[in-house]
């Protein structure tokens, strides 16, 4: 799924590279056609929506509006609240959420004030955003997370089983063990405690009977807690027939050693006294069975490199200023509008820990670096791939160098606990880069007329380049930084100026 993800992910983010703007509706600051019929326009900084009749989707009072999506929503940012539209300028969502998850059967989860709820497709909160964390729903109903306690609420968003316990095991049957307080008992399906939290230990039914401990005592009880009477010879210590018949198949040299045999749970334990001292020994299936177990117990590493980076992109001089050198001062950015967009598509992983917490994460991607010019000059190559400039005399609204590179990262990951999405982290390491293509844009007015001019030529620009990178984040909230260690531009062709940037992650197995 990963891979088919990728693919998806990198045609989108190429077919957004080379998307021209419109022309279609000069009369906005800016506009880009998002889908056929439809255009995201800017005025006065703030970011709305028409169609192709001029319409007004959403109008121009947001800091963001992003593409329609498969169904035809469309999200919007405002103020640093989330909302959902549809094409026809419905509100669905209110935009007043942190965070939106996709819909999935007309249901979609969304944050609010760091609390999970749900909404449907209408904006009703049918589950209230109170809960830490909800997991998705199956036959109709959804564990939740509550001040550390986890619970049940079905469709209409009534809590069916309170948030009360620190455990609900899996429902079979129609029944669940849980725990509460520190002890075991069983739910139905309703929520109805059929068996009051009381053992310390409660094992799974078989047969319609579990094996139950209480204040330190074995005993057996059916499903609805009532005792069943067993013969508990199996599990207790079998003392003088056991020892007499083992001492039998003993070699005499071993006469002074006392064995008891323990069955328990279907293994077989020996406890040997031998010589004022005590070992104790396994049958080959019970050694097989741990063996299994501690396998099991090794977990999967799971880093966070697979996704999506957006952020801002600039470049430092050798002594680390931002200054450009004084012969290329058009090369000095507008950096609130120089981004970075990538795309890292392929991921490959090393465990270094049984807890599945430590490892290596390396991977392909694709960098798309946007960088957008304060003064009225566009880089140009000379006859001998020099540096150089052009001045634009005309009336300018875009000038820019944009660039693409394949990278490559190795990094190494520590996540501070064994569930992932719950997990603070961080990463750092070393990429490699490859560049692709690279071209100038440059967007002006003459003569009353729009006119863009796109240049494609590699403007003296390295080929490869390598730095450094660190990535961390908590949930939903994840960043990186890159550095990189080598010139943007070949030495002697233009200025010694190391690229930098930095911006935030998006992972899909969070969204």
Same mark, same amino acid.
């Given at each position: 799924?990963?891979?088919?993800?990728?693919?998806?992910?990198?045609?989108?983010?190429?077919?957004?590279?080379?998307?021209?703007?419109?022309?279609?509706?000069?009369?906005?600051?800016?506009?880009?056609?998002?889908?056929?019929?439809?255009?995201?326009?800017?005025?006065?900084?703030?970011?709305?929506?028409?169609?192709?009749?001029?319409?007004?989707?959403?109008?121009?009072?947001?800091?963001?509006?992003?593409?329609?999506?498969?169904?035809?929503?469309?999200?919007?940012?405002?103020?640093?609240?989330?909302?959902?539209?549809?094409?026809?300028?419905?509100?669905?969502?209110?935009?007043?959420?942190?965070?939106?998850?996709?819909?999935?059967? &007309?249901? +979609? /989860? @969304?944050?609010? *004030? !760091? $609390? =999970?709820?749900?909404?449907?497709?209408? #904006? %009703?909160?049918?589950?209230?955003?109170?809960?830490?964390?909800?997991?998705?729903?199956?036959?109709?109903?959804?564990?939740?997370?509550?001040?550390?306690?986890?619970?049940?609420?079905?469709?209409?968003?009534?809590?069916?089983?309170?948030?009360?316990?620190?455990?609900?095991?899996?429902?079979?049957?129609?029944?669940?063990?849980?725990?509460?307080?520190?002890?075991?008992?069983?739910?139905?399906?309703?929520?109805?405690?059929?068996?009051?939290?009381?053992?310390?230990?409660?094992?799974?039914?078989?047969? &319609?009977? +579990? /094996? @139950?401990?209480? *204040? !330190? $005592? =074995?005993?057996?009880?059916?499903?609805? #807690? %009532?005792?069943?009477?067993?013969?508990?010879?199996?599990?207790?210590?079998?003392?003088?027939?056991?020892?007499?018949?083992?001492?039998?198949?003993?070699?005499?040299?071993?006469?002074?050693?006392?064995?008891?045999?323990?069955?328990?749970?279907?293994?077989?334990?020996?406890?040997?006294?031998?010589?004022?001292?005590?070992?104790?020994?396994?049958?080959?299936?019970?050694?097989?069975?741990?063996?299994?177990?501690?396998?099991?117990?090794?977990?999967?590493?799971?880093?966070?490199?697979?996704?999506?980076?957006?952020?801002?992109?600039?470049?430092?001089?050798?002594?680390?200023?931002?200054?450009?050198?004084?012969?290329?001062?058009?090369?000095?950015?507008?950096?609130?509008?120089?981004?970075?967009?990538?795309?890292?598509?392929?991921?490959?992983?090393?465990?270094?820990?049984?807890?599945?917490?430590?490892?290596?994460?390396?991977?392909?991607?694709?960098?798309?670096?946007?960088?957008?010019?304060?003064?009225?000059?566009?880089?140009?190559?000379?006859?001998?791939?020099?540096?150089?400039?052009?001045?634009?005399?005309?009336?300018?609204?875009?000038?820019?160098?944009?660039?693409?590179?394949?990278?490559?990262?190795?990094?190494?990951?520590?996540?501070?606990?064994?569930?992932?999405?719950?997990?603070?982290?961080?990463?750092?390491?070393?990429?490699?880069?490859?560049?692709?293509?690279?071209?100038?844009?440059?967007?002006?007015?003459?003569?009353?007329?729009?006119?863009?001019?796109?240049?494609?030529?590699?403007?003296?620009?390295?080929?490869?380049?390598?730095?450094?990178?660190?990535?961390?984040?908590?949930?939903?909230?994840?960043?990186?930084?890159?550095?990189?260690?080598?010139?943007?531009?070949?030495?002697?062709?233009?200025?010694?100026?190391?690229?930098?940037?930095?911006?935030?992650?998006?992972?899909?197995?969070?969204?």
């Amino acid at each position: 799924m990963k891979y088919f993800i990728s693919i998806v992910l990198i045609a989108l983010s190429m077919n957004a590279f080379a998307q021209e703007d419109s022309s279609f509706l000069s009369s906005y600051d800016k506009y880009w056609e998002i889908d056929d019929g439809f255009y995201r326009v800017m005025s006065e900084g703030k970011i709305g929506l028409v169609n192709s009749m001029g319409d007004i989707i959403i109008p121009c009072e947001n800091d963001q509006v992003w593409n329609l999506q498969d169904n035809g929503d469309i999200k919007v940012l405002k103020n640093g609240k989330l909302g959902i539209y549809n094409t026809n300028g419905d509100i669905l969502i209110p935009v007043i959420y942190d965070m939106i998850w996709g819909f999935e059967d &007309g249901k +979609a /989860r @969304v944050m609010r *004030d !760091g $609390k =999970i709820g749900y909404v449907n497709r209408f #904006g %009703n909160e049918f589950i209230p955003c109170k809960y830490d964390q909800i997991w998705n729903f199956e036959d109709g109903k959804a564990k939740v997370l509550k001040n550390g306690k986890v619970g049940y609420v079905n469709l209409s968003g009534y809590e069916f089983i309170p948030a009360e316990y620190q455990k609900i095991w899996d429902f079979e049957d129609g029944k669940a063990r849980v725990l509460k307080n520190g002890k075991m008992g069983l739910i139905n399906i309703q929520g109805v405690e059929i068996i009051a939290c009381q053992y310390q230990h409660l094992g799974e039914f078989e047969e &319609g009977v +579990a /094996r @139950v401990v209480k *204040d !330190g $005592k =074995i005993a057996y009880v059916d499903m609805n #807690g %009532n005792p069943v009477e067993r013969n508990l010879e199996d599990e207790e210590i079998n003392s003088n027939t056991q020892v007499h018949e083992s001492n039998k198949e003993l070699d005499s040299s071993h006469a002074d050693e006392d064995t008891t045999t323990i069955k328990f749970f279907g293994s077989k334990v020996d406890i040997i006294e031998e010589k004022g001292a005590t070992r104790f020994s396994f049958d080959k299936e019970t050694k097989k069975e741990w063996s299994d177990y501690k396998k099991k117990r090794i977990r999967s590493f799971d880093p966070h490199y697979f996704g999506i980076d957006f952020g801002l992109n600039s470049y430092v001089n050798a002594e680390g200023d931002f200054a450009v050198p004084a012969d290329y001062d058009y090369l000095s950015l507008h950096t609130g509008k120089s981004f970075e967009f990538s795309v890292n598509a392929l991921e490959q992983n090393v465990s270094l820990s049984r807890r599945g917490n430590v490892g290596f994460v390396t991977g392909l991607g694709l960098t798309f670096n946007n960088y957008r010019f304060e003064r009225p000059f566009i880089p140009v190559s000379d006859e001998e791939g020099n540096l150089s400039s052009e001045e634009i005399l005309d009336p300018l609204e875009k000038n820019k160098l944009t660039s693409a590179y394949l990278n490559m990262p190795l990094l190494f990951e520590l996540q501070f606990s064994r569930r992932r999405n719950d997990a603070f982290y961080i990463s750092a390491g070393v990429m490699g880069e490859y560049r692709l293509q690279s071209h100038t844009k440059v967007v002006f007015k003459k003569d009353g007329e729009r006119i863009k001019d796109k240049n494609r030529d590699d403007f003296g620009l390295n080929d490869f380049r390598y730095g450094a990178q660190v990535r961390f984040g908590f949930k939903e909230l994840n960043f990186f930084g890159k550095y990189y260690l080598s010139s943007l531009f070949e030495d002697g062709k233009g200025p010694e100026l190391y690229p930098v940037s930095f911006g935030v992650c998006f992972y899909p197995d969070n969204w």
